[in-house]
């Protein structure tokens, strides 16, 4: 029923053994009082309705055994009374990514999990902001001397040394990864390394929606106008990067420009340049919806990109010029990302604040399941499965590995992330002598156990090759 009226609405209440309900891609914005009335329904469909919070109105329905509330992208909270629903055994909240109480990264561990959470939120809750931010762009464009002049607790800026004849971004392999916290608050900057081949990376490490930077160089971008054309030079120096990182996350928001390299030219020659630029980037965009207009919908990559569907890829208040004499662009970018950081505030149990906290307390890369079930003893916690539930969702946020779903690692959790960074940088190099000696370079790397090592690449192989198939 994708055309639902006021009648329609009067007559379901008189549909006293109605099973099955199907409303979605209707745009009702909350739930119909008379939906939660129909106690007869066992199914509900609910998909893509504009859905913003889930009413307690919905535990009226005792018989309900499957909720389907998958692309609701606005929704930002579900309700406790899904405990008091007996007979619920399926929830679907797939890209509900809004979601913040519980956050969708406990959503994405199921029914079980959900009702976990609020079991635990009883208990008291605190409300923190955790964002990622992904820095993306080409080969010395400055990437890593802006993230490690952001993180700086002095404000004073960083700049990386190179040699002159450097023709590789040899700072950044796969991605780096750098934390600056605001309070209670924390920033997660993810430097993506500036060779193609790790753009397969990003839907591989992205977990959750992020703040996304896109960092060109703009003598970098006036080599490529001349040396092919404008609308390559965009494509080349930013487009190829957002587009994987949009594709791995289509709900991202309007990402953040930066120029760097501004102290090169004069100010009209660099106007000049920067009118060049978003000329062309007009340019490719509207080459990009002429070719989606085009396509059969299963071919259609960027349709269902949410920001590739505006008619600017940069908002003016999202650009940024940096240089020797812009050094207050710096702590302006700084303050805005910390606000856009605080526009998603997370509602997470005290009780799994304390276990996660109890990870920074220890040492080495991994421990076995038994031994952070003993470390986390502290934290009184109920059963195994409590603690399954906890690490599942730390998973999910990107706070650590574990795969629980492969019989070979679900009993280690990988806490120290660089491990898996080092790994990932043999199945995605750019070096001939690292691919030709990938099985050595496996061997020699921090884990101290060379079977688990192999077990890891395994997954990390198949995971990669399964996203870059899909």
Known sequence: MESLTELHLELLSQLTHLHTLHVSFNKLGTLPEVIPKVESLTVLHLRKCDLHTLPDSVGQLKNLQHLNLSDNSQMTSLTPQLLNMPNLT???CYRCESLTSPPY???EGGLHAIRQYYKDLRSGHVEISEAVVALVGRSLSGKTSLVTTLVRSDGTRGLTNRAADAVEDETTRVFNMEKLVVGDNVLQFIDFGGNEIYQS?????LKQNCIPIVVVNIMEFEKLYFEMNGNEAVRCTYFDWLSHLYLANPRLRAPKLVFTHRDAYSADGFEELKRLFFLHTESVFKLIQSEENSQKNYLRYFTGISHFQRREMFQEQDIYVVGDEYEEVFDQLRSHIISDSKLVVKKVPTLWRKVAQTFNSFHGSYKTFPEVLQLVSECKLESEDQLRVILSYMHNSGHLI??????SLQCLVFYDISVVTKLLHVF??????VWSNRRSAIEEDTLDNPLIEMKLSSIIWLKSLFKLAG
Do not use: P
């Open 90 to 92: 399926r929830l679907s």
């Open 402 to 407: 574990w795969y629980q779903d492969r019989e």
């Open 105 to 107: 990264a406990v959503c």
């Open 201 to 205: 990376t990003y839907q591989f490490t």
């Open 428 to 433: 995605f190099t750019h070096e001939k002598e």
